[in-house]
């Protein structure tokens, strides 16, 4: 039952990137983790055409992924409209009105992660959860992140980019990085899309063109060996404080060489997830500490899971997700239990910060 008290989110998720099915799967335990007497929740899926659609009749709550309906009523945010919608073809006659206090976008990748979602739901004033534009923008795209840590004098692997107009060879990339082992991924994607390892020039065409099948820009990366593969979870609390989580590590399993898409999502026996890492106090506290300045250079906000190399006392900082994955192995909502923030408190916490900073954003336009 609805109070007064109760705040109106609405999830969206699903989305036109080659992640839409991991955002079902992080939305399904979203909406299992929100508390019904708190919220009341709508749910909005995002077609692989890009068309959101109302998806609550398709939904129980129970199922591993959430479902897009491919045939729902469609929904239309208003700009302007703090949060009101209009359900357009549902059989009634006209439209009918929604209203949202926050909305909680849970995408992954182009068209969602990468700040034209946010772009959307500024113009529509209404608060939502997570990064903001620039921020959301500046860290999707690997290239400028990367550029962005590196003049900041923050620890990066060494790279190359590449377009299809201006391509690289396998022998300008090794001179460039420094390894004749390299990466090759698309500069903005995630959940491991499109990444392959090349260690000759054949592996090296094959693996630019499985990436530009995902990207216009591809990253070319040393290979940097042996490598442990450490996480941190950052969150940012209503009050603009900014905390890192206990560290996790991925441990893949040798049939995977890396932790690629099938390692996560298909191999039940992919990869070992470990939670708290086991590192040093020092070693560790040092990531925790780095993984607060990257949020802060790449203009992160609300939430990112920052991603590490490390390799003896090395440490690189490898990628920023500000919209990191919530599926029931994910590793952001792992790593803030293992420091005592179950996923429904930390689902508070997200919800608290951005109805304040929206609180905040208002109030600063109405002194312009």
Not at 50 to 56: N, P, S
Not at 198 to 207: G, K, M, Q, S, V
Not at 228 to 250: M, N, P, Q, T, Y
Not at 330 to 341: D, F, H, V
Request: charged share 20%; aromatic share 6%.
């Amino acid at each position: 039952m609805m109070t007064e008290k109760t705040t109106r989110v609405a999830i969206l998720f699903g989305g036109r990137s080659a992640e839409h099915d991991v955002s079902r799967a992080s939305a399904a335990n979203i909406f299992r983790s929100l508390d019904a007497s708190r919220y009341a929740i709508t749910l909005i899926g995002i077609t692989s055409d890009g068309r959101w659609v109302l998806a609550d009749a398709a939904n129980d709550g129970t199922a591993t992924a959430l479902t897009v309906p491919a045939d729902g009523p469609q929904i239309v945010l208003l700009p302007a409209g703090q949060g009101r919608a209009l359900v357009i073809g549902d059989g009634t006659a006209g439209t009918r009105d929604l209203v949202f206090d926050v909305v909680f976008p849970v995408l992954h990748g182009p068209n969602g992660e990468d700040g034209t979602v946010q772009g959307a739901l500024e113009l529509a004033d209404v608060a939502y959860v997570g990064g903001r534009v620039l921020g959301s923008a500046a860290a999707m795209d690997k290239d400028v992140a990367k550029r962005l840590l590196r003049d900041a004098g923050l620890p990066i692997v060494p790279f190359v980019t590449m377009t299809e107009a201006a391509p690289v060879t396998y022998q300008d990339a090794v001179h460039a990085v420094g390894s004749s082992e390299l990466f090759v991924k698309p500069a903005n994607l995630g959940s491991s899309v499109g990444i392959s390892k090349a260690r000759n020039e054949a592996e090296f065409d094959a693996a630019c063109r499985l990436a530009l099948r995902f990207d216009r820009k591809i990253l070319i990366e040393r290979c940097i060996t042996p490598v442990r593969e450490i996480e941190c979870a950052v969150l940012e609390h209503a009050d603009g404080k900014v905390a890192a989580s206990e560290l996790g590590e991925i441990v893949p399993a040798d049939s995977h060489g890396f932790y690629s898409y099938e390692a996560k999502y298909t191999d039940a026996s992919g990869a070992s997830l470990h939670v708290p890492a086991q590192l040093e106090p020092a070693l560790s506290e040092r990531i925790r500490k780095l993984a607060t300045e990257v949020f802060g250079v790449l203009c992160c906000e609300s939430l990112a899971r920052v991603d590490f190399f490390v390799r003896g006392d090395e440490v690189y900082v490898n990628e920023v997700n500000t919209l990191p994955g919530f599926t029931n192995i994910s590793m952001y909502p792992k790593m803030w239990e293992a420091t005592g923030l179950p996923q429904p408190a930390l689902m508070d916490r997200l919800i608290a910060h951005a109805l304040a900073r929206h609180a905040r954003l208002r109030q600063l336009a109405s002194q312009r």
